[in-house]
């Protein structure tokens, strides 16, 4: 049986998911709540093997939109069935810097895959693993992109695509929250890091009082 909480973080590039996971490591940590910090893809040893193929692989040859879905979905299988899952029959609470979303937002909005695979393999992969909260960090790609900017870090295979291709998983994933807005939770990422923060806490405190 289930016992623990499935929070997941979601957003377009740059939207400050990395910084905010200090913030949210904070407030677990002062709670003394137990929680696993993970990502996708990756989070297991094997994951993180498929993480590297998808956003760093070495070749010439151009990935094709399928593979890319069907490579985050295998992740994505590792991760909950020896990851994700353990700890929550644990009663451990999982944090997961990306999850099943991304899916939809990328390879369905970004990419244009068609949603019936992605469900498909969702309904398969994920089943009733599914997040109790999700909070989306919300940005005009075009500020997400400046703040990597100034990071200066090389950006990855997925992170080379054109601002377009990010205003479509933007878009996807606005949609889904309207459609799903018990579990999504816009965070307005535009905004300062305290003013972020303040939000962030308002959406816990509201869903720790639920659990
Ligand atoms: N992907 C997919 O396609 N399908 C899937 O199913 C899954 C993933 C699961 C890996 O993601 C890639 O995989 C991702 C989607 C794809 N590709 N893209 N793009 P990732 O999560 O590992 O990497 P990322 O999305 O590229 O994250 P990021 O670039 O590291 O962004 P971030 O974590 O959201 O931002 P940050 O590093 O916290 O902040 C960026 C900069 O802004 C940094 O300098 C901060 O100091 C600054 N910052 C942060 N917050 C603020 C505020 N509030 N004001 C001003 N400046 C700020």
Redesign the pocket.
Known sequence: MVKGKLITIE?G????????LAFIKRYFLQRQINCLFT???GGTEIAEQIRQLI?HALSDESVLPETELLL?FAARAQHIKTCILPALESGQFVVS????D??YA??GGGRGMDNQYITMLDKWIVGDVCPDLTLL?DIDPVLGFE??K??GASH?R??REKIAFFKRVRERYLERAQNDRGRIKIID?S???AS?EKQLEAVLDAFMMTV
């Open positions: 957003g590039e740059g939207a400050g998911k990395s910084t905010a990502r996708e893809p956003l985050m810097d990306r999850y099943v991304a899916s990328y390879q960090f703040r990597t100034n990071r990855d997925i992170e990422a905004q300062t890091v972020v």
